[in-house]
């Protein structure tokens, strides 16, 4: 960096004595002035890049842009995005009923699970009550 600033991303007399004020103020004062002085030269392509990040995004929810799930630009051929619109539905609907049939499954495979944990439970219980018992009561 050519830069002859008083205050740049370097060890100069100035950034050290800022950063030790920093210190002496309040700590992270001193750790961004050392965060500034070591990392400061790539602070203009961080912003940078940054701007271009926050262009394509505000760019994507511009009108006809469809930022979110399937919405598409229009290509311009309505047969073709007519076609894309129809299929786009069908896999919407065929995704719905994967969504039910599994949450089908998952009521289900529960139920089959508490039948088991009832069946095991009901074992257990009967050998508890036909056990013989090897304890007489306490008489006091």
């Known amino acids: ?5 008083l205050i ?22 001193g750790l961004a002035m050392i965060a500034y ?12 890049d940054v701007n271009l990040a926050t262009d394509r995004v ?13 919405g598409a630009p229009r ?16 896999l919407d609907a065929e995704r719905r009923r994967l969504q039910e049939a599994s949450a089908e499954f998952e009521a289900y495979a529960r139920e089959l699970r508490r039948a088991k944990d009832q069946e095991e439970f ?10 013989p018992s090897d304890v007489s009561p306490v008489v006091g």
């Open 1 to 5: 960096m050519t830069s002859r600033a």
């Open 8 to 29: 740049r991303p370097a060890w100069t007399p100035a950034t050290i004595a800022l950063m030790v004020i920093g210190f002496m103020v309040y700590w992270p004062l």
């Open 37 to 48: 002085i070591l990392w400061g030269d790539r602070l203009e392509a961080f912003r940078r």
């Open 58 to 70: 505000a760019g994507s929810f511009r009108k006809g842009q469809g930022g979110f799930g399937f």
């Open 75 to 90: 290509t311009g051929n309505v047969a073709f995005d007519d076609w894309r619109d129809r299929e786009l539905a069908r």
């Open 122 to 131: 009901d074992r257990f219980m009967a050998e508890r009550r036909n056990r």
